[in-house]
């Protein structure tokens, strides 16, 4: 058994979480072992067959195992629940057992959550660590940082990610980005300002992304409708003012891109649903903050319309497109 300063663990293999951990596995050296864990049991077995034969991977259940066996512990969650219960869980979370372990084996531990949760929720897992962290030996140490992404499914499997990242020390930010750096690009890994900033800038992006999946699904179909080739209207905008990353990089339309959701069936992307999550949270924190908004309440009733039919739920978030194209104009 690696020690756990060659020992990196990996919570969550969902559809973003699953790739970023195979990514992560083919980065590190095979000295390192990974340390992976999920409550979907298929998941940790697929996880555990592909990546055979790049390095030593093995299976924990709980946060509070992940961290009592590995120096970083990097988690991608879905919610806030699951946060908090794999963090701050007494019993079974990482803040115990990172306290637990620094009574017999101290060492500096750094832990980090790379999903897009609400900043109360964030905030509140860096407040534990932080008075855990002062009742810790002298020769221990515990940081942690915000660290969500940008680049959806497409960009976990790619490893071409962007992390924004919230940090109190430039220590816990270099080794932070030394790690996410098998999942993204060096460069695309911003040390955006103390825990909590990095899910501030990444709510704020995705509520612009958000809008312009509207925005750009919108403008296509009225291109559709009017019977142009919707294919040269795309590359005349994707050089043009309209441009943006939903017509050049995820177009909503289907066939004019190879291998994006819209070309196959609007599955394997940015769930619809994740998409009105996120930028209800985007418009809550422009209310927090005493930032006026237009478009975000016009948007969000788009999504949930969208996302309550049958046809469209569950997919990916461009399906606003196949959603306007369907429906009669009111």
Request: glycine fraction near 10%.
């Amino acid at each position: 058994m690696s020690s756990p300063a060659k020992t990196v663990a990996f919570i969550g293999l969902g559809v973003m979480g699953y790739p970023m951990a195979v990514n992560l596995r083919n980065g590190l050296s095979p000295e390192y072992t990974l340390l992976v864990c999920d409550v979907n049991k298929d998941a940790l077995a697929q996880f555990q067959k592909q990546t055979e034969g790049r390095g030593p991977v093995r299976v924990v259940e709980t946060g509070l195992e992940a961290v009592a066996q590995s120096d970083l512990v990097i988690t991608m969650l879905p919610n806030s629940p699951a946060v908090k219960a794999v963090y701050l869980d007494p019993k079974t979370g990482i803040v115990a057992g990172a306290e637990t372990a620094a009574k017999s084996s101290p060492s500096k531990k750094l832990i980090m959550e790379c999903g897009t949760i609400e900043t109360a929720t964030i905030l509140s897992v860096a407040k534990a660590v932080e008075t855990t962290r002062s009742s810790l030996p002298l020769n221990a140490a515990l940081s942690f940082v915000d660290a969500p992404v940008s680049g959806g499914p497409m960009g976990a499997e790619a490893g071409t990610l962007t992390f924004m990242v919230g940090a109190n020390d430039t220590d816990s930010f270099e080794k932070a980005k030394e790690v996410l750096s098998h999942m993204g690009k060096k460069e695309s890994v911003f040390h955006c300002g103390e825990v909590g900033a990095g899910t501030a800038f990444k709510v704020i992006n995705n509520y612009l992304s958000a809008i312009t999946s509207l925005a750009a699904s919108e403008a296509l179909n009225i291109g559709t409708k009017m019977g142009l080739d919707v294919k040269l209207l795309t590359d005349v905008i994707n050089v043009s003012g309209g441009q943006c990353w939903v017509t050049s990089q995820s177009n909503p339309v289907p066939g004019v891109q190879a291998n994006v959701p819209s070309s196959r069936g609007y599955e394997g992307g940015f769930r619809l649903e994740l998409c009105t999550k996120v930028l209800q949270m985007g418009s809550e924190l422009a209310e927090m903050v005493g930032a006026r908004t237009i478009l975000d309440k016009p948007t969000l009733e788009a999504f949930k319309e969208a996302s309550g039919d049958e046809r469209y739920h569950g997919k990916d978030a461009r399906v606003v497109y196949k959603w306007l194209n369907e429906s009669e104009r009111k």
